[in-house]
């Protein structure tokens, strides 16, 4: 992956294969020694293996590049990223005994031990905050509650911020949508507790750089407004990249 750093154009001959990206959209595909934009990057292989998996990309395409991972997700007009996934509880606001989940819907806080991990609800049934124990509960929602090694697997493989919760009690099944409104909320959620951290920085008097958060929560705020825009005009891979 080549940026305007590299230079103004790749350099490469016709061993290569490339995908140009502008704006997190892909512009073109094919050649090489392609021109690299200042709003983007070139993606160049060499290697019939590493080729072909290029030839797979559509100009159109949206790309997102997951840097810590070194990992490039494509997606397609087509694209769907959302799932739901159901994991089962076993009680209301009780003791947390060994290898159970439990709902709290009542009182300030769960008043749990250390030895667990909860994902806390908001009053529109959104998570806003995945960790930690003794949870204070959120007006309106509640905190779902693991103990014992196999219950905390299955809440952190199915819990994350922005995620939609639905609690079915007569099967006692709590449920994790990713969906359209939750992927408006996991931005917007974020957004808020940046916004949250920054006024409170400022009425703290903290030593913080002032510049660079507000340029951070300009991002959001534009990012958050790019997810509305795309999932109202029904195009997916936009809203997510």
């Known amino acids: 992956m080549l940026d305007s750093e590299y230079g103004k154009s790749t350099g ?7 995908v140009v990206v ?22 160049a292989a060499k290697g019939e293996r590493y080729k072909n998996k290029l030839k797979e990309i559509q100009k159109g395409d949206y790309c997102i590049i997951d ?34 989940i439990v709902i709290y819907n009542t009182g300030e806080s769960t008043g749990t031990n250390i030895w667990g991990n909860e994902a806390c609800v908001d009053k529109d049934g959104f998570i806003i905050s995945v960790g930690g124990n003794d949870n204070k509960i959120p007006e309106g929602g509640f905190v779902i509650s ?26 006692k099944t709590i449920t994790f949508a990713y969906n359209q409104e939750s992927l408006k ?5 974020k957004l808020e507790d940046a916004e949250k951290r920054f006024e409170n920085a400022k009425e703290k008097y903290l030593l913080i750089d002032y ?31």
């Open 146 to 171: 693991a103990v014992g090694a196999d219950r905390i697997a299955e809440l952190n493989g199915a819990a994350a911020v922005g995620l939609q919760v639905k609690v079915d009690n007569s099967k």
């Open 22 to 43: 502008e704006n997190g959209c892909v512009a073109s595909v094919g050649g090489n020694n392609n021109s690299i934009s200042e709003n983007g990057y070139v993606i």
């Open 67 to 100: 840097f810590e991972n070194s990992v490039i997700l494509i997606a397609g007009e087509n694209y769907n990223p959302f799932f739901e996934k159901t994991i089962k509880f076993d009680k209301y606001n009780g003791t947390r005994t060994a290898n159970t």
């Open 211 to 241: 510049k660079a958060a507000e340029e951070r929560i300009e991002e959001l705020r534009g990012y958050y407004e790019s997810v509305c825009e795309g999932l109202e005009n029904g195009n997916v891979a936009k809203a997510v990249v």
């Open 185 to 189: 909320a996991s931005v917007r959620i």
């Open 12 to 18: 490469t001959d016709e061993e290569y294969y490339e």
